[in-house]
């Protein structure tokens, strides 16, 4: 069964600081997503990433994909209230292309100012 | 870019009674949408995937009977809670997948009186 562990599952920090999110599992996966969602809003895809090793920037914003494909994280620099919610990551479920995603259990990011 | 609208935002209902939530892609036809089901401060769960013009599948352990699930055109996805319980109160995600990836609606928060 393909699992995605996310830590850590709450993180609350003073504004101006960085934090660093991880997504792991046993399985590998051919991308991983990583959506920020609001309260009451649905999920909003923040990036995709495909190859392993691969590096990405959205800002201060920046994400890793593990060289097997296994795992990937997120890193905040200079946290601001702004980025308060919760961040999911999340990767197609089984070998077959049905389409589903699997999510971790989401880490819910409070910044206080 | 991929809309994916979701009504109504919230509904209160009382215990007995069927609940409709509608899913619309705005921009883009969706030959599949996917229902997930989310508890506060957790992650999304998979309930169904909704196929155009077949039957939905549902994820182990959802009652099909209990959430009924239609997709009669390309734009257009129901999930219909029927006879309510308090227990069934959540929030109800719906996505497509368009030209961009996976697009989420906003929601709809059920409350079962």
């Known amino acids: 069964t393909q699992l995605l562990e996310q830590s850590p599952q709450f993180l609350s920090i003073q504004e101006g600081e960085n934090l660093t999110v991880y997504c792991n599992s046993s399985?590998?996966?051919?991308?991983l997503q990583w959506y920020r969602q609001e309260p009451g809003e649905g999920p909003v895809l923040l990036v995709t990433?495909?190859?392993?090793?691969e590096v990405k920037k959205l800002k201060r914003l920046t994400f890793q994909f593990g060289d097997a494909r296994k795992d990937s994280s997120l890193h905040i620099t200079a946290a601001q209230p702004g980025d308060t919610g919760l961040y999911l990551c999340?990767?197609?479920?089984?070998?077959?292309?049905?389409?589903?995603?699997?999510f971790g259990q989401g880490t819910t990011l409070q910044v206080k100012p | 870019g991929a809309v994916v609208s979701q009504h109504p935002s919230w509904v209160i209902c009382k215990s007995g009674t069927s609940v409709k939530i509608e899913c619309r892609s705005l921009?883009?036809?969706?030959?599949?949408m996917f229902w997930y089901r989310q508890f506060p401060k957790q992650s999304l769960m998979l309930m169904a995937t909704?196929?155009?013009?077949?039957?939905?599948?549902?994820e182990q352990g959802v009652e099909k009977d209990k959430f009924l699930i239609n997709h009669a055109s390309l734009t257009l996805s129901t999930l219909t809670v029927t006879s309510a319980h308090p227990e069934d109160s959540s929030f109800y995600i719906c996505s497509g997948t368009g030209p961009y990836g996976y697009t989420f609606g906003s929601g709809t928060r059920l409350t079962v009186v």
């Open positions: 999340a990767g197609p479920a089984g070998s077959s292309n049905t389409g589903k995603l699997i």
């Open positions: 921009d883009f036809q969706a030959t599949t």
């Open positions: 399985s590998v996966f051919s991308s």
């Open positions: 990433v495909v190859t392993g090793g």
């Open positions: 909704s196929n155009e013009g077949s039957k939905a599948t549902y």
